[in-house]
């Protein structure tokens, strides 16, 4: 909104167009320079006039109500008016959804492939990321004016449905294992045995491969095994979603496209781009500086990248997709660079419309988990954890909380999401469940109980705010000011996350907020002074409640009214 104000303004006096100018403005780097500053360098380059020169005649040059325009430098310096811009933002900006929906989108269409664990395995804090990552993505998009397709991409195909049924067969115990309250830890144990049986007796490869053949050439027994496994890992994972609040468009696994991957191998075929290379089928992506692109195996089954590129093609034409975005970790980033890259080649038009969203790895106590060797922290006993532990902080903090088990629930997920969505998204995270779940340190509870705070406020004041008879004098306090200026990038901050398909920017935002908040409360008696004084912090106030609840909500954490 100020940049509006500025941006306009400069307009009348710059021989650039209104978004280049916007692109120049900055934030000073303290608060006593100025509010925006506009570094002059580019200009005097396009003008051939020194950058002091441009900034000393634009100072003279701007006189508005809005702000006093300084040079300092080769910088022009502003100070916006702090009243009228408390004004502004509090009795307009704010109760215009265009300020807190900003829409970049346009109705783009956006097929999101997120969470996508694979069957039979248990759901670890790994997937934890991919379905939050991408749970987060899809709400801000959706906020910003795209239209989401949330995807469920199960690996439920694969030569480690060989293994499975065959270790299955050898050693699973089907009485006790329908008698299981967690399924996916018995199939993890077969899973397990299976790795370490074969280090000694390769033959169970082999079996694993022929049980994998039979069931790509449809043998009932095969058949009827591998969907008990999918039928009950997905009751399994579908508990962990609902508890998460994290819903799908489409549940739809790898197996879903085996009858559309002739197509594409038929299709890539005619264009010649298949080539023979020791009894398989590949595609040379040599031009790209990448190994080739392996679609069908020497013993005619296929493969991950096989099914990938069927589904590419059916989310673009069946699903209409615009943009194609994969969250994934970033251990898969050269196969989905090949995967995309095979699609360019089949057709130019595929230019620029699937998108990787790489994440780092989770990692507990600093190492890496391995499925094979069964080190794997199930999500669900960390939520549970952190529940429990969030509990007894309430049962010490407010004991007489109405809801206790509820608002526990609501913090103990929203310190685990909000763990894993403060870091920027590439790096890997450390996980300790003890830092996560801090009060008062850079957490979930800790944006929780600023929200929670702001509503109790608002309770005891009973709508005093609701007066159109409001003192905007105290908007220059210098613990009021910050507050106003933090609450008016709400929406610049959301599109940068969006751009960047990034939460943790979002994320970070939220706790420079609620830290610009705690210091307004601690230094400002909010129900004090005269009828209009009150009413414009309660307005103040109001405003950072929405501001959290709302960003909050797009990370997927819910914020309770009491905590
Ligand atoms: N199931 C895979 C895994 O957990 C992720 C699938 C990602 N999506 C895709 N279209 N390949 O490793």
Known sequence: MKQDLLTECLALHLPLPKGEIAALLEHPPNDSMGDVALPCFVLAKKLKISPGDIAKQLAEQLVHPGFIAEAAGPYLNFKLNRQLFGEALLTSSIGDDSFWR????????????????NIAKPFGI???????????????????????????????????????????????????????????????ALYVKFHEEAEHHPELELEAREWFRKLENGDSQALQLWKEMIG????????????????????????????????VIEELR???????????LVVRLDEADMPPCLLVKSDGTSIYATRDLATAIYRRKQMNGDLLLYVVGGEQSLHFQQVFRVLEKMDDSWQGRCQHIPFGLMRMDGQKMSTRRGKVMFLEEVLNEAISQAKKIIEAKNPSLANKEAVAEEVGIGAVVFGDLKNTRTLDVDFSLKDILQFDGETGPYLQYTHARTCSILRKADGADQTEELNFSLAEHDHVWPLLKLISNYPQRLQQAAGRYEPSIMAR??????????????????????????AFKLRLVRASSEAIRKGLSLLGISAPEEL
């Open 126 to 188: 790994g997937h934890l990321r991919s379905t939050m990552i991408g749970n987060a993505i899809s709400r801000i998009l959706q906020e910003t004016g795209f239209d989401t397709v949330n995807v469920n991409h199960l690996g439920d195909w694969g030569t480690q449905f060989g293994k499975m049924i065959t270790a299955y067969v050898k050693w699973g115990d089907p009485v006790a294992m329908a008698q299981s309250n967690n399924i996916t830890k018995d199939y993890l």
């Open 102 to 117: 900003p829409n970049i989108g346009k109705g783009t269409r956006v097929i999101l492939d997120m969470s996508s664990p």
């Open 270 to 280: 005619k264009l010649e781009l298949l080539e023979e290379s020791e009894g398989a």
């Open 232 to 263: 009950e890992s997905l009751k399994q994972f579908d508990k962990l979603y609902k508890r998460l609040g994290v819903t799908f468009d489409h549940v739809l696994g790898e197996s879903f496209y085996n009858d559309k991957m002739g197509a």
């Open 509 to 534: 935002y939220l706790l420079e907020l609620a830290q610009a908040f705690n210091r307004f409360y601690h230094h400002v008696k909010v129900l004090d002074g005269s009828a209009p004084e009150q």
